[in-house]
Nanobody, 124 residues
Framework: QVHLVESGGGLVQTGDSLRLSCAASGRTVSSYAMGWFGQAPGKARAFVAAISRSGATTYYADSVKGRFTISRDNAENTVYLHVTSVKPDDTAVYYC?????????????????WGQGTQVSVSS
């Protein structure tokens, strides 16, 4: 089982940029498609972005297309979520996830492992 630890969250202002990181241990991230999910206050955890094992395929929720970019560095065993032009609606706890395929993550399929989450708070 791969263990995932997110970092990089914090309090930012509307329009700011930040980078979330997901560091893996136990197993290499190259064995998994990876994704990011966000859970806003009072809402269910929702899909944000996913990337295939090779990095050749990516998927995004409509709400973040053009603003969020998922990437992976398999050599460093790390997955990133680059966030730009943040909005107050982006406020959420962001969780890294490991799954069997990027399409499976996009469509709410099985997740093998979750990180503990990192808080992103966007002020108006």
């Amino acid at each position: 089982q791969v263990h995932l630890v997110e970092s990089g969250g914090g309090l930012v202002q509307t329009g700011d940029s930040l980078r979330l990181s997901c560091a893996a241990s136990g197993r290499t991230v190259s064995s998994y498609a990876m994704g990011w999910f966000g859970q806003a206050p009072g809402k269910a955890r929702a899909f944000v972005a996913a990337i295939s094992r090779s990095g050749a395929t990516t998927y995004y929720a409509d709400s973040v297309k053009g603003r969020f970019t998922i990437s992976r560095d398999n050599a460093e065993n790390t997955v990133y979520l680059h966030v730009t032009s943040v909005k107050p609606d982006d406020t959420a706890v962001y969780y890294c996830a490991a799954g069997s395929s990027s399409s499976d993550l996009k469509h709410g399929g099985r997740v093998d492992s979750w990180g503990q989450g990192t808080q992103v708070s966007v002020s108006s």
